[in-house]
């Protein structure tokens, strides 16, 4: 009778230890996990009121509809890769563009890989265009205030971006370059009704280029891109190159700060050609 007793504790003890055991090993493999995630989420809210013509969605009685909301996921498999996902949903007060923009946009949804000093993303990635295109969803970098050179378009590019930095002494480099395709937003007012649509850009291929001065917190960047505005209903037939060149100079210093940039387009051919440039400088 002892025996069968203690035969039974112990095979009792060995179960009770065996749960533990795999309570342990269940809880450090869900922290590994937990670990290797990170989440990331931000919400820039106004209100906007204009005693004149309304720009960008704020109007004469005034909106409290004008806000971005950005959700970030993020999963590392390891030191050398990683996989994010930005959602962002976007309110324009009363502008047009609303028609033509998703309630929720997957703006980033790319896969990251490190290899022989440079960085490799591929999928819809952030287009590394002058100094906010990266970041100017975050924080309160771009407000009610919008640079003409960072409309509600090519926020992003479908395709592969490459990047890697650079030293030369007192000197440094960074550099991007990337291929693929990106949507092009665009909105023109007139005196008959505004119009609003959306091209798809094709056949991309450019580069941004940051130079970083001995002086701390100044850099130079320059960004070009040639791309063809690809076929759909309003344009059948593929359009000729289009090609957009940005200079930029960024200086963010201990008690200040100046941001000065520039932009130019070059569309069509012939009777068909159009230039457009804009600048602005900030401090």
Do not use: C
């Not at 370059?177 to 005196?191: L, T, Y």
């Amino acid at each position: 009778m002892l025996h069968q007793l203690s035969s039974r504790v112990v095979r009792k003890a060995v179960v009770a230890m065996s749960l533990v055991a795999t309570t342990v090993t269940v809880s450090a493999h869900a922290q590994e996990v937990l670990d290797k995630v990170s989440f990331h989420g931000s919400l820039n809210a106004g209100y906007g009121k204009s005693d004149g013509l309304g720009v960008f969605g704020v109007n004469k009685e005034g909106t409290f509809d004008y806000n971005a909301i950005a959700l970030q996921f993020g999963y590392k498999f390891g030191n050398r890769d990683r996989m994010v996902v930005q959602l962002l949903h976007r309110s324009l007060g009363t502008s047009p563009l609303k028609d033509i923009m998703p309630n929720l946009d997957p703006v980033w949804a790319f896969y990251e890989r490190k290899a022989a000093g440079f960085t490799f993303k591929f999928g819809r990635n952030p287009l590394p265009r002058g100094i906010f295109n990266e970041v100017r969803f975050v924080g309160t970098l771009l407000p009610l205030f919008r640079e003409a050179s960072y409309l509600e378009t090519l926020e992003n590019v479908d395709g592969i971006v490459a990047s890697r930095s650079f030293e030369l002494r007192n000197w440094g480099i960074d550099a991007n370059a990337m291929v693929g395709e990106f949507d092009i937003k665009f909105f023109v007012p007139s005196a008959t009704g505004s119009v609003v649509g959306s091209f798809r850009g094709v056949n991309s291929f450019g580069t941004q280029l940051w130079l970083r001065t001995p002086m701390k917190g100044l850099r130079i960047g320059t960004f070009i891109d040639r791309f063809e505005l690809g076929a759909n209903k309003e344009n059948p037939l593929k359009s000729a190159p289009q090609l957009v060149r940005m200079l930029s100079a960024d200086g963010d210093f201990t008690h200040a700060f100046a941001r000065a940039e520039a932009q130019f387009v070059t569309a069509g051919q012939g009777a068909a050609h159009s230039d457009y440039s804009n600048w602005y400088i900030q401090g």
